[in-house]
């Protein structure tokens, strides 16, 4: 099985190589002195089609693995399969458009606002790429991979948990953080705790306990590294729920 850490080191190459050779294009648009201008709307269609097509498989991948995990967890429960697979194909398109248009509008303004510091605080064409690099990076490749297959995960269980709610059967959904020394302030007093009400579909929500704010199912927050327990009504007090699962196939 592959781990969550293993599925982000994944995503973030991908959208690392990708990235990579997109700012490369970029720069070459942009040319010396950098001119907003230079840059065709099609290099633009161009980057968000690439983004499409590498995070929308990966992430419909990640959803129907949760979702077998679960129902392999309660083997009592019985759904449509090939509505679990109809729901994560649907899902996946439909938020990963969503998503590349994000990421592509953040880097067109945040690419004005370079271009406008390069004149405007006379910095070097080194700088100005430094800057740039910000964008089309490692870093951002690795908080967009950490929080998108965290994101990914959750549906994949939400699929199932609304599928069978379909049918009267109500489980019961509970917070659950790495426990680790990366727990964040957000998310560490949310740990072990039942949702505290659903919505529409048995979609969880949970009432901080500290800040009052309500919080959907994972992820709370960019770089969230939290998961979904559900268990089945009848479980036993003290009985091991299902943990949402860390693995692909």
């Known amino acids: ?21 997109q700012l490369t294009r970029l720069l070459e648009y942009l040319g010396d002195p950098p001119r907003i201008e230079n840059v065709p709307t099609e290099f633009w269609e161009e980057v968000g089609k690439e983004l499409l ?26 759904v449509d399969w090939a509505l ?6 649907t ?12 990421i592509t509008d953040h880097s067109r303004g945040a690419l004005q606002r370079a271009v406008g510091d390069f004149f405007s605080e006379a910095l070097t064409r080194g700088e100005l790429e430094s800057r740039l690099s910000g964008l089309f990076g490692p870093i951002r490749a690795e908080m967009i ?5 965290t994101r990914a995960a959750a549906e994949g269980q939400q699929g199932l948990v609304t599928e069978v709610a379909a049918v009267g059967i109500e489980m019961i959904g509970s917070w659950s953080t790495r426990n680790d020394e990366l727990v964040c302030p957000i998310c560490g007093p949310l740990h072990g705790r039942d949702a505290d009400g ?8 949970w009432v901080h ?9 994972p992820p709370a927050h960019p770089r969230c590294r939290c998961s979904d327990q559900w268990r089945l ?5 003290g009985a091991t729920p299902f943990r949402g699962n860390e693995g692909a196939p």
Not at 1 to 21: F, P, S, T, V, Y
Not at 91 to 102: E, I, P, S
Not at 145 to 149: F, G, L, R, Y
Not at 209 to 217: F, L, N
């Open 53 to 78: 097509e590498a995070l929308a498989p990966f992430l419909a991948k990640i959803y129907l693995t949760e979702a077998e995990a679960l129902l392999r967890a309660n083997p009592a429960i019985g």
């Open 91 to 102: 899902w996946a398109r439909q938020y990963t458009y969503d998503l590349v248009r994000g």
């Open 233 to 237: 009504p009848a479980t036993p007090s």
């Open 145 to 149: 991979a950490v929080t998108e297959v």
């Open 1 to 21: 099985m592959i781990d969550r850490d293993e599925l982000e080191r994944q995503l973030a190459k991908i959208l690392g190589r990708l990235q990579k050779a």
């Open 198 to 205: 659903y919505d529409a579909g048995r979609t969880p929500y």
């Open 84 to 89: 679990v697979n109809e729901a994560a194909s």
């Open 209 to 217: 306990p500290m800040s009052g704010e309500r919080y959907g199912k």
